[in-house]
């Protein structure tokens, strides 16, 4: 397996070893059937790192997020977030962590439909206990980042699926956590809105130094990461820098700015 962990000592983000994550299913007969499905996994993801992680379905691509989103819990080994073991902390300071320090970016867009754009955004402030007109102030702030400002008051269904996951983008910004965990955010996006979204994560990534692992199945947007983590049947089989990414990033240069498109 190539590995390109020895490289990146600095600032970990993400410190994962030896974790294992088996599910306990009662089968037809009444008896437990355990279901292993990630294996011995060891993985360094520091600050200002943009990962993608490929494999086919059911290799285990989703639980690997879920965890590394304190979302799910390892059955064994260890996962260190930001300095912090996950395993030690209690309901409430894990609230507190994925609140603070992750932003979720879904493919369905996760948004709430009955909400405008800018109270979607403003969301995830409201439950850190900001009160409702500094939270629509920093959430306008940001979906002029993202180039929605005049979305503002629009509803979910008013708005294409490309608008719709800048929204969910946005909203993962707004406490300014250093990593976004992304589960193929470009799943149900056509290719052009697809490129659009992934030069805004590049553009993050890149201006503001935030760490972003994404999940996806296709190769041209797996591109756009400068790391490439393969799994395979739970097991990561390749990790190594992304070739492909130092093309987009001169493309980049070149004056793409997908804030404004
Ligand atoms: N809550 C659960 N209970 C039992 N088994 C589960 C659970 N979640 C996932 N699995 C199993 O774990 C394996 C890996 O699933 P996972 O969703 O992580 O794969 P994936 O690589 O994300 O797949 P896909 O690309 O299809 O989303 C599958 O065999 C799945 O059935």
């Not at 997020?65 to 300095?83: E, F, Q, R, V």
């Not at 894990?94 to 970016?105: K, P, Y």
């Not at 993202?146 to 979910?156: D, K, N, R, V, Y």
């Not at 996951?165 to 993962?172: C, D, E, G, H, Y």
């Amino acid at each position: 397996m190539a590995s390109i962990q020895a490289a990146h000592t600095a600032n970990p983000l993400i410190q994962i070893e030896d974790l294992c994550k088996s599910y306990s299913l009662q089968g037809a007969d009444g008896k437990t059937i355990t279901n292993q499905v990630l294996f011995s996994i060891n993985l360094t993801i520091n600050q200002g790192e943009f990962v993608a992680i490929m494999g086919h379905s059911g290799s285990g691509k989703s639980t690997l997020m879920n965890i590394l989103g304190c979302l799910d819990t390892p059955t064994s080994g260890s996962y260190w977030l930001a300095g912090k073991n996950v395993a030690a902390l209690s309901g409430d300071e894990l609230a507190h962590i994925r609140n603070q320090s992750i932003g979720f970016v879904f493919q369905g867009f996760n948004l709430l439909k009955r909400m405008t754009a800018l109270d979607n955004v403003a969301t995830p402030l409201l439950y850190a206990g900001i009160g409702r007109s500094q939270s629509r102030k920093r959430a306008l702030e940001l979906l002029r980042r993202t180039g929605l400002e005049s979305f503002a008051m629009h509803q979910p269904n008013q708005l294409s699926g490309g608008q719709q996951q800048r929204v969910a983008i946005s909203r993962a910004l707004i406490n300014e956590p250093p990593l976004i965990l992304a589960d193929e955010p470009t799943g149900n996006l056509d290719t052009q809105t697809s490129r659009e979204i992934m030069l805004l994560f590049e553009q993050l990534n890149r201006d503001q130094g935030i760490t972003i692992v994404l999940v996806t199945h296709e190769d041209d947007i797996a591109a756009y990461a400068k790391r490439l983590i393969r799994l395979k049947d739970g097991h990561i089989i390749l990790d190594q820098h992304n070739k492909a990414s130092e093309t987009i990033l001169d493309q980049a240069a070149a004056g793409n700015s997908p804030m404004t498109q």
